[in-house]
T-cell receptor, first 112, second 113 residues
Framework: TQLLEQSPQFLSIQEGENLTVYCNSS?????LQWYRQEPGEGPVLLVT?????EVKKLKRLTFQFGDARKDSSLHITAAQPGDTGLYLC????????????FGRGTSLIVHP | DAGVIQSPRHEVTEMGQEVTLRCKPI?????LFWYRQTMMRGLELLIY????????DSGMPEDRFSAKMPNASFSTLKIQPSEPRDSAVYFC???????????FGPGTRLTVL
């Protein structure tokens, strides 16, 4: 079983601050995904990264996949209260069927 | 598209009772997943179906749990008998490989007293 460790587990910041959350593993993944989950809802996919070193941007969110495809980071610039939620990373090593294995997530609260 | 549909959204039951959770995946998706989410263990994969066939049920905690997918548009997760430690949010999700995009339902919050 591939284990994905996410850090920090909890993060409470003020609106306008920047933050980075991390997703690390000792295993190599064929792809890695980031999801955001809001209270009372299921996770929603934000991005998929597949190439080592890949960087993707989604408005104020920047996602990076490590060169060795074992880790990833999510950086949020000028956080807003709407960014509040649980951020989950998920990796797949099956290389085809895509069965995501999730980390435990980083719970982010952005205060106005 | 309505997305993945789960019912009920909330279930409160007493220890020893049978619980059945239901899921309708997105039309056309041929992969279906059942996950369980708790504060202690996060989001755990219970079972994965492909083309209605269970492929990986290694995450099913014990014999009290069973899942079926009688057709491409319906799946159930049954717990019998239920125990307080089964209290969690259960998610159904579906996808169409090889897109790698998994869509989650809103979840069923189960409380076993």
């Amino acid at each position: 079983t591939q284990l994905l460790e996410q850090s920090p587990q909890f993060l409470s910041i003020q609106e306008g601050e920047n933050l980075t959350v991390y997703c690390n593993s000792s295993s190599v993944f064929s792809s890695l995904q980031w999801y955001r989950q809001e209270p009372g809802e299921g996770p929603v996919l934000l991005v998929t990264v597949v190439t080592g070193g890949e960087v993707k941007k989604l408005k104020r969110l920047t996602f990076q996949f490590g060169d060795a495809r074992k880790d990833s980071s999510l950086h949020i610039t000028a956080a807003q209260p709407g960014d509040t939620g649980l951020y989950l990373c998920a990796g797949d090593s099956t290389g085809g069927s895509y069965i995501p294995t999730f980390g435990r997530g980083t719970s982010l609260i952005v205060h106005p | 598209d309505a997305g993945v549909i789960q019912s009920p959204r909330h279930e409160v039951t007493e220890m020893g009772q049978e619980v059945t959770l239901r899921c309708k995946p997105i039309s056309g998706h041929n992969s279906l997943f059942w996950y369980r989410q708790t504060m202690m263990r996060g989001l755990e994969l219970l079972i994965y179906f492909n083309n209605n066939v269970p492929i990986d049920d290694s995450g099913m905690p014990e014999d009290r749990f069973s899942a079926k997918m009688p057709n491409a548009s319906f799946s159930t997760l049954k717990i019998q008998p239920s125990e307080p430690r089964d209290s969690a949010v259960y998610f159904c999700a579906s996808s169409l490989p090889p897109s790698g995009v998994v869509f989650f339902g809103p979840g069923t919050r189960l409380t076993v007293l």
